[in-house]
């Protein structure tokens, strides 16, 4: 008689729904092997992406906690060091599920009206009549014969001009392959295609706890961006005040003058400043003018829309003038590439380099430049006398302040002789900075859903080889993705930068291979290495890391960065 007893079957719960467990293996393997979507990224036991709270049951841990593990709170657990004892109830906080993708809808063009000389007005309606679901902020995409895409943020407040139909302000750009060749010969009734709404720059009213004013900074047609904001700020009567800068070269680019004019009016706390760049009396940007005007940034919410410099130095101005990170919420615009317009857009080709379908190259820009920055002012947090597991603790606190949900990989500093080592070899948490030092900052942030990874090197003192070996790091980065950009493949990229490592005095750490980035979590998409991808990367979707160790004497350096056309 078999008296073999069935391995017990627990239930995990979660808000996507629930999966089961024999108890065997760790909470997270049993969620991926049954497909279900969870966060997770280092799987073992260090990042803390895959944490999540105990709302009701038991757990038990599978080996017990080292120095580097991620220190969880009384009411969490993670997945992937933990196996169930019993039915599991868990929430991610830091987390959301990402939405299924939507097949895209049908429109046809209502109107198409001239705004200002280089703007056109376009109208579309959806042709099956529903809603299309969007929040003030988000933008649109249209998608073209051949697979092109062009994403235009949409200028209408949800059912402002009724649940089916959209309203886009597009500037002529040329040789544009929508805007010179498309957009010019659409008329009423012709049709188009519209994905899903995209974009996290979005209004939500239940977020203004301890807001009291609304900043929204805006150049040329970035203002469409912000005017649904504006109005749905105003239509909730939250706030004290609503402010808009609205840069543009001359007075034809503030197009919706006359609109803005009358809403002021009305007295209703709304203002709006024309900002102009071109002309006698001119030369100011947007988040000066904002910067000058006296608004008390604690109790501000700051919006951007427009080109890229704006968005990047409006947030490092306006942060600098005391507003909290997190209140700034921004969306650049980055031109589409040229080309035929029925071209297909590039899209990696190789089975290592799928990407969800919110992936965006603005996404990823967007975390590169706050990570950049991050790495910089931590840096000068950085004292003599810390040590490695303050410096680290340090890194943590300003990366939340910054408004960084969770760390995809742990933040790695290493002091003196540990710059030699990888990340998988044991740091000395114990070491002090010295006076004569250097060390290494790598963080790997999340921000609004993409990973940040960037890294670099800093030295105290004027010692001549440990300059040069920081410097090593850096130019052996930028001579390899040079030679990415000459075409050739990840396998050879590490290669190639052995050899520019030798010219340094230095020797290359081979065990850090570079790897995927891409909106969160990567390691969903394969945990593949540039070091063994044997064809070209495709550009915003990979890491190059560069970690060289002296000839002679023990020092290391470090640098990291997305690799970008």
């Known amino acids: 008689m078999d008296t073999t007893r069935p391995a017990p079957r627990h239930t995990i719960t979660l808000d996507t729904g629930p999966f089961v467990t024999d108890g065997t293996t760790s909470i997270l393997e049993a969620a991926l092997a049954q497909g279900i979507p969870v966060p997770f990224s280092c799987q073992r036991g260090a990042c803390g992406s895959c944490r999540a709270e105990v709302v009701e049951g038991c757990f038990e841990r599978i080996a017990p906690p080292t120095d580097g593990s991620y220190q969880t709170a009384a009411d969490e657990l993670l997945m992937c060091q933990c196996r169930a004892a019993s039915d599991l109830t868990l929430r991610f906080p830091h987390w959301r599920a990402p939405a299924q993708a939507r097949p895209p809808r049908r429109a046809n063009v209502v109107s198409r009206l001239p705004l200002a000389p280089d703007v056109t007005q376009l109208i579309v309606e959806l042709q099956d009549g529903e809603d299309y679901d969007y929040l003030p902020g988000q933008h649109a995409q249209l998608i073209l014969e051949g697979g092109a895409r062009r994403n235009f943020s949409i200028a209408n407040a949800p059912a402002g001009a009724g649940p089916a139909r959209l309203e886009f302000h597009i500037r002529h750009m040329p040789g544009g392959a929508f805007t010179s060749g498309i957009l010019p010969a659409l008329k009423s009734g012709d049709p188009l295609t519209l994905d899903a709404a995209q974009g996290d720059c979005t209004w939500r009213v239940d977020e203004l706890q301890g807001i009291d004013h609304l900043v929204l900074l805006a150049t040329g047609t970035g203002y469409a961006g912000v005017a649904p904001i504006i109005m749905a700020a105003l239509h909730s009567r939250a706030l004290e005040t609503v402010t808009l800068y609205w840069g543009g070269r001359t007075p034809d680019d503030h ?103 919110r992936y965006t190259l603005a996404g990823i820009l967007d975390a590169r430049q706050r990570s950049m920055r991050a790495v910089e002012e931590i840096a000068g947090l950085i004292r003599p006398g810390m040590t490695t597991r303050e410096a680290i603790a340090v890194a943590d606190e300003h990366l939340r302040r910054m408004g960084a949900s969770h760390n995809w990989h742990p933040t790695y500093v290493r002091f003196g002789p540990d710059t030699q080592s990888p990340p998988i070899q044991r740091t000395d948490y114990d070491r002090k900075l010295q006076e004569q030092d250097l060390f290494v900052l790598d963080i790997g942030p999340v921000w609004d859903g993409y990973e940040g990874d960037y890294g670099d090197t800093f030295v105290l003192g004027a010692d001549e080889d440990r300059r040069r070996c920081a410097e090593a790091a850096r130019s052996v980065f930028k001579r390899t993705r040079q030679a990415w950009l000459e075409g050739l493949t990840g396998t050879a990229l590490y290669d190639r930068a052995t050899e520019y490592a030798r010219e340094h005095g230095c020797e290359l750490v081979r065990e850090i291979p570079g790897h995927r980035v891409s909106d969160f979590p990567h390691a969903l998409y394969g945990r593949h290495l540039l070091a063994q991808a044997d064809f070209v990367p495709a550009d915003g979707i990979w890491v190059l890391e560069i970690q060289v160790r002296d000839a002679r004497r023990p020092l290391g350096a470090f640098y990291e960065d997305v690799l970008l056309r």
Do not use: T
Request: hydrophobic share 40%.
């Open 255 to 357: 197009y919706a003058s006359q609109m803005l004019d009358a809403l002021q009016g009305k007295g209703d706390g709304f203002q709006w400043h024309a900002v102009l760049s071109a002309g006698e009396s001119a030369r100011k940007r947007v988040q000066d003018a904002a910067a000058e005007a006296g608004h008390d940034w604690s109790r501000s919410l700051v919006y951007a829309c427009g080109n890229p410099a704006m968005v990047s130095a409006a947030r490092q101005r306006l942060l600098a003038a005391g507003l909290p990170a997190y209140r700034y919420r921004a969306e650049a615009f980055h031109p589409a590439a040229s080309g035929p317009a029925g071209a297909a857009p590039q899209r990696p080709a190789h089975p290592w380099e799928r990407i969800s379908p």
